[in-house]
Every structure is written in C-alpha cells, then in structure tokens.
C-alpha cells in the first residue's frame, strides 16, 4: 500500500477496531422517527430534517443534551437490537471486525426501560452480526459522571449479573467538575470482579483528569485524552506506560474540543510514542463512521500508509479481544492492501 494508494475505499478496508463508540450515538435520525412512531414518543422536531439541523453543538454539553433526549425514542429489547445491527452494518462496511460498545445504562433505566432489555437487544444484534458478518465484540457500560455515585453502584450492580455480555466499565457525560476520583470505590468493585476499566478523561477536562483515571480507576485505555498534550510529562507518562488513547477526531470537531482538525494533536500524540487509535464517538451526530475518521484525518492532517496500519494495529492489540480473535485480526491487517 503506497501513501498515494490510501484512498477512501483503502481507509474503510483496513481491518480495524472500534474502541471508543457510544451505541446511543449512532441512533440515526431516520431511525429515531421510525421508534418514535411504533413507541408513540414524541419527538420535539417534527422532522428529520429539523432534527438533523440541530446537529450543530457548541460544547460537549449542548451535543449530551440533544443526545439524552433523543434516546427516549429507544424502549425496548428489539429497539436496542435495531439500533445496534444499522450500526453493526455501517461499521462493518467501514472495515470494523471488532466493536466494542459503550452503553448508558443510567439514562434508560431511569426512564423505566429495563437493564437487561437494553443488554439483550445489543447482545442480540452482536450475535447476528457474528454470525453473518464474522464480527466481534462486547459491551462497556458506562457511569454517567455528573450523576450521584449511587446511581453508578447501582448500575454496576446490575451490571455485575450481565457479565456474559459486559466486559469492562467506562465513564461518560459531562466531564469538568466531575473529576474521576469521585469513582474510586466503583471501579475497585468493578475491578475486582474482573471488569476491564477504561474512562473518558481530557476531553474537555484538564490533564489532571487524566492522570486521576489511571492513578485511582486504573483505567487501561483513556478515552479521548488529547488535552493530555498540554502536559508533556504527562505524554511521557502515556507513552512510557503504553496506555492507548481512543482519540475521536470528528467528535472533537464537532464539540470544539479542538478548534479545527488541522489543529488536532493526533500526531504530535503519536510522534511522541503514544498509542493511539482512531474511532467515531457518536457517528450519527459528528459526522461520520470509523473509516469516515480516518478519512478525516488523511484530509487535514495527512496520513500515510504506515500510520494508518499502525493505528489500527493498536486498535486491535490495545481491544479486549481474546489472543486468539487478536491474532485473527492482526493476520487480516497484515494482508491489507496486499
Ligand atoms: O463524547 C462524549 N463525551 C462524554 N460523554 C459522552 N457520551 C456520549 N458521547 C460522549
Ligand atoms: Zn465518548
């Protein structure tokens, strides 16, 4: 594969794993019409055009608030389930083999949609997708951060009897003012049953934050962690310690967490010796899929040929996959472009 060679079709064929998807972020506005009909939710926007001219965020905050809103449309094991196979296609096609997904637990069972039901539908289409597609995958449920720590004892509460489907717990919502120590006690309960643990931190929290998830959550993949640049010991500590970063370059745009994507510290990041991976966030509201991302990066910030193999080469090997499907992927990767 020549650098010149890395054309859209190539970027969505590279064999690659999605680490860092929010599954109530790819709810497609055309999707979300179709649930609010059958489920009788009324949707503030009468159509889908009026919803997608929404899509137009300021902050973190004002993309959460559409987002949380919008999620009341999901109810019931076959929405979860139809959600997530539309994503599982359109990743599929972008070259994911392994997805892992985030959930928010908290914000449905809040809503009185049951914890298994939002489980089962995404196990469910986890499993079609397995079987037809050969894709892999599990879940990450996520405490939201700017709820009260009880809320996210109880959600890993019922999180601990799904550990069939769930395979680590992750932290997600409105960042600043919500520091990572606050859920100290909670990953440790997570921890010690034998939960991975990972959590968004540097996204629009300082570098501090950063350090605290792997200082008190241990967490073993930071989710975004660009403002990680402001601090270049920190980067050393990153790179030194072999944490990768799930970096999501469209999201960051589009939530002005960098102002421009020419701006991104992508590679500064990965030219330091930090393993970094490229992923999509919340598809339906940024702006694009996995290999959309990629896309977007060979655009503004140039990309060659051996970045993008090196990227995905983490992705695979920072997953929770067994040995095995990682060696299966890394086996496919290395026949790219071949
Ligand atoms: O980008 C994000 N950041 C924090 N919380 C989130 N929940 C969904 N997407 C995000
Ligand atoms: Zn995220």
């Known amino acids: 594969m020549t650098d010149d060679a890395l054309t859209d079709d190539a970027l969505y064929a590279l064999p690659k794993a999605e680490l860092h998807l929010h599954i109530e972020g790819t709810l497609e506005p055309e999707l979300a019409f179709e649930l609010a009909a059958r489920n009788g ?9 009026e919803l997608s001219a929404q899509y137009d965020f300021d902050d973190l ?73 050969g894709m892999s995958g599990g879940l ?20 601990l009897r799904r550990t069939d489907r769930i395979v680590g717990v992750g932290l997600d919502s409105a ?20 939960l991975h643990a990972v959590a968004h931190a540097g996204e629009e929290g300082p570098p501090a934050y950063v350090r605290e998830a792997l200082d008190l ?37 589009r939530l002005r967490a960098t102002p421009d994507l020419r701006d991104h510290p992508l590679h500064r990041l990965d030219a330091a010796g930090v393993r970094v991976t490229v992923n999509s966030d919340d598809p ?21 040929a051996d970045q993008a193999r090196r990227f995905a080469r983490t992705s695979i090997e920072a997953s929770f996959a067994s040995d095995e499907r990682k060696a299966e992927l890394l086996a496919e990767l290395d026949g790219w472009g071949a």
């Not at 967490?219 to 640049?229: C, Q, T, V």
């Not at 339906?284 to 060659?304: E, I, P």
């Open 61 to 133: 905050q004002s993309f959460l608030d559409l987002y949380y809103a919008t999620m009341a449309v999901l109810r019931t094991r076959e929405d979860f389930a139809e959600l997530t196979r539309r994503y599982l296609r359109r990743a599929h096609a972008q070259g994911v083999r392994h997805a892992e997904l985030f959930f928010d637990p908290q914000a449905h069972t809040a809503r009185g949609v049951a914890f298994d039901d939002v489980v089962d539908g995404i196990g469910d289409a986890l499993d079609e997708a397995g079987r037809e597609f």
């Open 175 to 194: 960042e600043v003012g919500y520091p990572p120590s606050l859920f100290e006690d909670v990953y440790a309960r997570a921890r010690a049953a034998g």
């Open 217 to 253: 959550l241990h967490a073993e993949r930071i989710d975004h962690g660009i403002r990680s640049i402001e601090d270049p010991e920190l980067v050393a500590r990153l790179a030194g310690e072999h944490i990768p970063l799930t970096v999501c370059p469209l999201s960051n745009v």
């Open 284 to 304: 339906a509201y940024f702006g694009g899929y996995a290999g959309q991302n990629f896309a977007a990066v060979r655009d503004a910030l140039g990309l060659t």
């Open 140 to 159: 990450i449920l996520c405490f939201l951060r700017d709820q009260p720590v009880a809320s996210a004892e109880e959600a890993l509460t019922a999180g």
């Open 41 to 49: 939710v009324d949707l503030p926007y009468a159509t889908v055009e």
